[in-house]
Structure formats: C-alpha cells, structure tokens
C-alpha cells in the first residue's frame, strides 16, 4: 500500500565509516546522522543502532520514504539506504498463512 499508519513504512541506513574505526567513532557517526534523519521531513523517528553502524528510520509514507531514499542515495556519508521490507514480507506471509487456515 502506498499509505498507511505513520511509523509503518522504514529504512535502513548504514554509514561509510571504515570497519577498522573505533568504536566511539561509529557511535558518535551513528548518533550524529540519526539526529539528523530525525529531523527531515515526513520522518517519524530515527533508531540509532550504533554497534552495527546503522540508523532504522520510520516515515509518514511511502512517498517520503522514496524522497528520502532518493536524497540519501547522494549522500557520501552513507553506504546504502534501502527499504525495510521484512515486516510487510513477514505480515503478508502471515496474512496468507491465516487465511488458509480458516
């Protein structure tokens, strides 16, 4: 669906910072592009997830989830941005499964 509840359509952001960096480094990154993610329009909250370089980011709806897709993809601070599709993936599998059940 291309709209839903707010929070329900999320990325996956993980920076380019090198494997060999500290581990205050990549927090300190992590935390900085975060906030900033926080801030953008039509993003809803930003996870930092600082052990493993990454940001999930949860926005009002698909279209702002592709317009940041989009203004990421220019970013040289990010290694890739990609959509988190394992939920809906999950939940129509599930959706599915209830249905042949009934």
């Known amino acids: 669906p291309k709209e839903g509840k707010p929070g329900e359509h999320r990325l996956i952001v993980r920076y380019a910072v090198g494997e060999a960096a500290p581990a205050a480094e990549l927090k300190r990154v992590v935390a900085e592009h975060s906030q900033r993610l926080a801030g953008r329009p039509g993003v809803v ?25 989009e203004q990421l993809d ?18 129509q599998g599930e959706a599915q499964a209830g249905a042949g059940a009934a």
């Open 45 to 69: 909250g930003a996870q930092a997830l600082p052990n493993v370089g990454m940001t999930v980011v949860r926005l009002e709806t698909q279209d702002a989830q592709e317009q940041l897709l």
């Open 74 to 91: 220019g970013d040289t601070a990010v290694e890739v941005a990609v959509p988190d599709t394992w939920l809906s993936t999950f939940a």
